[in-house]
C-alpha cells in the first residue's frame, strides 16, 4: 500500500526530521515536498532525504498562481508521478501530526478498521501553548501535551479536517483541506467515513472542510494540530504569514482562537519508541545532522531579529499577557524586560 503526504514548506528545517520520523512511523510511505524559497537550509535537508529515498523534493520557489504558494504547490503535484503512483493520498501542513488510536496506531491498522471507505477525514484536535515561551529544539509533540477538549462546539476551525483519501479517480485534484473537482460518474462511489467509523453523508463527497461540532470525532483517529507552539515560534510563523494567504501577518486573534489547553492528551506518544529509532537514524547521518544544526541556529538568530522590531516585540508582550490565564513565570518577565517590555512584569495573567 502507497500513503503518500504532501508537504508544502518554509523555513520549517527546525522541524523537518521529527515531523518525518513520526510520519514513516504512522506509516506513510512516502513524502512529496515542496519547499518554498527558503533561507535556513530545508530545502537542503530535503534534497538529502530525497537522495535517501524518503521524499521527492520540488523547490516551488515562484512566481506563485493567484491562489498562492500552498495551492500553486498542489497544482504541481497533481501532474507528478509520486502522486500518480500513490494508493492514498493526503496533503498536510509541517505542524500537523495524524494519531491513530486503533490497532499498532498507523494508517494502515486504521483503513483496516474502515475498509469501505474511500476518504477519511482526520479531524483537527488543536493543541494550545500551555504557556511555553522559548522555543527549545524538541519534538513539538513531547512539548505539547495540552489541548482542547474533545467535544467543541466552537469555533468552527475547532473542527476542520485533513483528508486521506483513495487515488482511485474520484477526484481529479488534491486541496488543502479535502480533495477537490470531483468525477461525475465516479463521485456515487465515493464512501466517506469519520474519526469515529460513522459514514458520512453526501454532501461531505463534494463540499464541507469540518466535521459536525457537538461531538467526538477522534475515536479512530485525529490529526494533531499545532498552529501555535512556543510563543518565540509563533512569532516566527507571523512573520512568514498564513500558509495560505501568506501577506497576511497573524495577530492576537488567531492566537486565542486556538489556544486551547483544557485537556492533556498524549496518545499520540504511543508511537515514540518507533518514532524515536527512526530520527536516531536521520541524526546518524553527518549532512543531516549538520543541516538541522544549522536550522535551528537560523531559527533562534532570526528570532533576535524580529525582536528588534516593533511590531513583534508588541505581539509578544500580548501573547505573554494573553488568555488562557498562566502565572506569569521568570522566563516570561525575563523576555519581557530584556526587550523593553517593563511595563507590562507584574501584571496580572
Not at 501553548?129 to 513531547?142: C, E, I, L, M, S
Not at 473537482?181 to 469515529?196: C, L, M, S, T, Y
Not at 507571523?238 to 486551547?260: C, I, K, P
Not at 501573547?319 to 496580572?348: C, E, F, N, Y
Request: net charge neutral.
Amino acid at each position: 500500500m502507497n500513503i503518500l503526504a504532501v508537504l508544502c514548506v518554509r523555513n520549517e528545517g527546525a522541524f523537518i526530521l521529527d515531523w518525518l520520523a513520526h510520519h514513516l512511523a504512522v506509516g506513510v510511505s512516502h513524502v512529496l515536498a515542496f519547499s518554498n524559497d527558503c533561507d535556513d537550509g530545508t530545502d537542503m535537508m530535503l534534497d538529502r532525504l530525497a537522495m535517501m529515498g524518503h521524499v521527492t523534493h520540488l523547490r516551488n520557489d515562484g512566481p506563485y498562481d493567484r491562489g498562492g504558494i500552498q495551492f500553486t504547490a498542489l497544482k504541481r503535484a497533481d501532474r507528478s508521478d509520486p502522486v500518480a503512483k500513490a494508493d492514498w493520498l493526503l496533503p498536510m501542513d509541517i505542524d500537523e501530526f495524524v494519531n491513530v488510536h486503533v490497532g499498532d496506531h498507523t494508517i494502515p491498522a486504521l483503513l483496516r478498521a474502515l475498509p469501505d471507505a474511500t476518504a477519511i477525514p482526520l479531524t483537527w484536535r488543536n493543541f494550545g501553548n500551555a504557556g511555553v515561551v522559548r522555543y527549545t529544539d524538541v519534538p513539538v509533540p513531547q512539548q505539547f501535551t495540552r489541548a482542547a477538549p474533545v467535544v467543541m462546539h466552537w469555533p468552527w476551525r475547532s473542527a476542520m479536517f485533513k483528508t486521506l483519501f483513495a487515488n482511485d479517480g474520484t477526484y481529479r485534484n488534491l486541496g488543502v483541506h479535502r480533495p477537490r473537482n470531483p468525477v461525475g460518474g465516479r463521485i456515487k462511489q465515493a464512501r466517506w467515513f469519520d474519526g469515529e467509523g460513522r459514514e458520512l453523508p453526501p454532501e461531505f463527497h463534494t463540499s464541507r472542510i469540518f466535521s459536525p461540532f457537538g461531538r467526538s470525532n477522534y475515536a479512530l483517529a485525529q490529526m494533531n494540530h499545532y498552529p501555535l507552539s512556543a510563543m518565540e515560534s509563533y512569532l516566527l510563523k507571523a512573520a512568514r504569514g498564513r500558509a495560505v494567504h501568506s501577506g497576511q501577518m497573524l495577530g492576537l486573534d488567531y492566537w486565542v482562537e486556538r489556544n486551547f489547553n483544557t485537556d492533556e492528551d498524549r496518545s499520540i506518544l504511543a508511537l515514540g519508541p518507533a518514532t524515536t529509532a527512526i530520527r536516531a537514524q536521520f541524526a546518524a547521518d553527518p549532512v543531516l545532522a549538520g543541516l538541522h544544526i544549522d536550522a535551528v541556529t537560523w531559527r533562534h538568530a532570526r528570532l533576535e531579529a524580529l525582536m528588534q522590531e516593533e511590531p513583534y516585540r508588541a505581539l509578544m508582550g500580548r501573547l505573554l499577557m494573553a488568555p488562557p490565564s498562566v502565572p506569569l513565570t521568570p522566563d516570561m518577565a525575563a523576555i519581557l524586560i530584556r526587550h523593553g517590555l517593563r511595563a507590562q512584569v507584574g501584571k496580572p495573567c
